[in-house]
């Protein structure tokens, strides 16, 4: 039985229970969090929603996987200090064969951030330059070494990609691994509502082939799971679902 609980622990039995985001603005109708909160209670218990469910089941390796735990607003630790990855919802379910850790990026119209990774990893030189502390640059590093080893930044396939997608695709190897988990799965669930912008939701999907594409293959549409050996600790794999109603 699936059980969700709040970082603390705290059992979590209705979507108004569920932890919210630290930027009060952020927990409103028609905004990723609280879609996504509701989304796992449509019925009287937790639940995974079905649309989930479906892009799971595309894949051999998550087919039928049962979820036993979830927590909202989950904090995976990544290299160097600073804040680490905040998963929009962090779950550990399991098949016949294996344990499998599943990372909701939850969005309806909001972006990755502003920055990709060489913009993000030139305003940290430039910040360090002009006397200002910072292991930014370090960082940024670490997490490309993961999954593209051996590869300055400015040569990496990953250095036009939006930071926060970055830290999203590590922080979830880095959760897999923290768990005990065999394979680490990133979703992006996108929240289509009577109040997203389509402009804005339709530079979020640039975004997301830009980010897609690097996994080298051609199944990663919304709705199929594909996958491919970037970390050689852990198997990953990503997709996109989205949810469409009017709230």
């Not at 932890?19 to 019925?43: H, I, V």
């Not at 990544?78 to 919802?89: T, Y």
């Not at 990026?105 to 990893?121: C, H, I, Q, R, T």
């Amino acid at each position: 039985m699936l059980k969700l609980t709040c970082p603390d622990g705290t059992p979590i039995s209705s979507w108004e229970e569920w932890t919210r985001p630290k930027r009060d603005y952020q927990w409103k109708e028609g905004r990723s969090a609280m879609e996504l909160a509701k989304s796992w209670f449509r019925n009287s218990v937790p639940a995974p929603p079905q649309e989930l469910l479906d892009l799971l089941n595309s894949h051999d390796r998550t087919k039928e996987i049962q979820f036993v735990s979830g927590t909202p607003e989950k904090v995976t630790r990544l290299p160097e200090r600073g804040e680490g990855r905040n998963h929009d919802l962090a779950l550990i379910g399991h098949t016949d064969a294996e344990q499998i850790t599943v990372c909701i990026e939850a969005k309806a119209d909001e972006p990755f951030g502003s920055d990709s990774v060489l913009d993000y990893y030139n305003k940290a030189l430039e910040k360090r330059a002009g006397g200002i502390s910072t292991r930014a640059p370090e960082r940024i590093e670490a997490l490309l070494a993961m999954i593209d080893p051996g590869i300055s930044v400015y040569g990496s396939r990953w250095k036009d990609v939006r930071y926060q997608l970055i830290t999203a695709l590590c922080g979830t190897i880095l959760q897999a691994i923290e768990d005990g988990s065999s394979l680490g799965v990133l979703v992006i669930h996108e929240f289509r509502t009577s109040l997203t912008n389509e402009r804005k939701m339709h530079d979020n999907h640039q975004e997301f082939g830009k980010f897609f594409k690097n996994f080298e293959v051609s199944c990663c549409g919304a709705g199929k799971l594909c996958g491919q050996s970037l970390n050689p600790k852990k198997a990953i794999l990503i997709g996109k679902v989205v949810s469409n109603y009017q709230c």
